[in-house]
């Protein structure tokens, strides 16, 4: 018997071992812990992720496969028990980061501890062990169960506490320097623009928070009726001195494992962007009442392009401008991965068969085709963006409109609609961040510091 033979019959061996869960969450976790440490102990003789032979990675594929479906086990039998035990019985409202903390400890080997996650940071995506797939499996079960699902939504889109640190300040300056986003209040709108500039305005982890923070500010400042986005001028040898609105997300980053799935993939859907859809949500006081959420219109302004990710965040506003030069795209199943809530919202702008051209054919939407029409409202001069911005900001400076567009968005996409896609989404974005096909799509396509 080979070495390798060995190992594939311990493999098969305690895959027929795998737990059943009881529905006693003390028992379960006891019993999943032991599996997956035996599951460990399998993963560290085949030796470390980027040295292993093609055989050795089809049997990691084996072990991380029979884990994920455990774990999926154990939550299926107990996922309300844990979410109601790490936010001591819904009292807490707990963040992405912060729950898959307590649950790594709570429950040790269900998500990656901080080891492990440390350990992966260390190499770049195709060298790592793929611990991120274990989270997504966490927060697709907890996502499929509506009252679960409506919690732990609703917990993201509360303020952060930076947004809350900066209020006061944002309050008395009217201009913040976020870092990759920078802030300005001016006669009732707040005006937002992408600073990150080196990689034309892309994602990556620090942009996320920053728009988060903005958002949040927007929403909790009483003197803003309406906000803004807009990409700032690049200083890209390509692109210098014109504004870009954004390259979606950053591919170099993806290539260098800088992508965190928590902290930019999750996250961006159930934070930012669906607080520019749906509000955020404050505590329940007198005050608040009769609504506990905070809606302002928004009006985004389309320079040059808006690809992947920037295309996604102009199916939340409520008016879109654009220069006459500019074009939109959805090249995600081109890069592998899926684009964010894109795939639910894209169908209701445009209709289902120019959605399929658009993400599954890679087709490219022109700002002077009739139909950019879905995706714009409104198209102009290049050199005339910023003054339709400013128009697009005082024509939904009224305040029947924060009510009607709350409306049109229970229309169109329920809350509870968006859980259910988002469960689905959670654990198919974990695995294709993973998968071998967009590994390689991305090492070939970023140069430089661009993305694409």
Request: net charge negative; hydrophobic share 40%.
């Amino acid at each position: 018997m080979t070495a390798d033979s060995a190992v594939d019959t311990d493999v098969e061996r305690w895959v027929a071992g795998s737990p059943s869960p009881t529905g006693d969450p003390a028992t379960d976790a006891a019993a999943l812990r032991r599996h997956l440490d035996r599951g460990e102990e399998l993963l560290a003789a085949l030796g470390p992720a980027p040295d292993r032979s093609p055989d050795q990675r089809r049997v990691a594929d084996a072990v991380h496969r029979a884990s994920r479906w455990s774990r999926a086990g154990f939550l299926r039998a107990n996922a309300t028990a844990v979410y109601d035990e790490l936010t001591d019985h819904r009292t807490l409202h707990l963040r992405l980061d912060e729950l898959v903390a307590r649950a790594a400890e709570l429950v040790p080997g269900l998500v990656p501890g901080p080891e492990q996650l440390a350990e992966e940071l260390r190499f770049p995506q195709a060298h790592k062990e793929g611990r991120e797939i274990d989270q997504a499996v966490f927060f697709s079960e907890l996502l499929r169960l509506p009252d679960v699902g409506a919690h732990l939504l609703d917990a993201m889109r509360r303020p952060t506490p930076r947004a809350l640190g900066l209020l006061a300040e944002f309050g008395r300056v009217d201009e913040l320097d976020l870092g990759t986003v920078r802030v300005l209040r001016h006669d009732g709108v707040a005006h937002l623009t992408i600073h990150n500039e080196h990689c034309l305005n892309a994602e990556d982890n620090a942009l996320v928070e920053d728009l988060e923070t903005a958002v949040d500010l927007v929403l909790l400042d009483d003197d803003v009726r309406v906000g803004t986005l807009r990409g700032s001028e690049m200083t890209h040898p390509r692109y210098r001195g014109r504004r870009v609105f954004s390259a979606g997300i950053n591919l170099k980053h993806l290539h260098q494992g800088r992508i965190s799935y928590v902290d930019f993939l999750l996250r961006r859907e159930l934070g930012f962007i669906n607080k520019l859809k749906r509000g955020l949500v404050l505590e329940d006081s007198p005050l608040t009442w009769p609504r506990r959420t905070a809606e302002k219109p928004w009006v985004a302004a389309v320079d040059t392009f808006a690809i992947g990710g920037g295309m996604q965040l102009l199916m939340v506003f409520d008016k879109v401008v654009a220069g006459a030069d500019a074009f939109f795209s959805l090249p995600a199943a081109q890069e592998g991965i899926v684009p964010g809530a894109g795939n639910l919202r894209i169908g209701e702008l445009t209709g289902g068969r120019l959605a399929r051209q658009v993400i599954l054919g890679g087709r490219t939407i022109r700002a002077g085709e009739p139909e950019a029409r879905f995706v714009c409202d409104e198209v102009v001069e290049p050199d005339q963006v910023g003054a339709a911005l400013e128009r697009g900001a005082r024509a939904l400076d009224n305040a029947a409109v924060v009510a009607n567009r709350r409306m049109l968005n229970l229309a169109d996409e329920s809350a509870d609609r968006f859980r259910e896609y988002m469960a689905d989404f959670a654990l198919a974005q974990g695995l294709r961040l993973y998968s071998q096909d967009v590994i390689a799509k991305v090492g070939r396509s970023w140069s430089g510091e661009g993305t694409r």
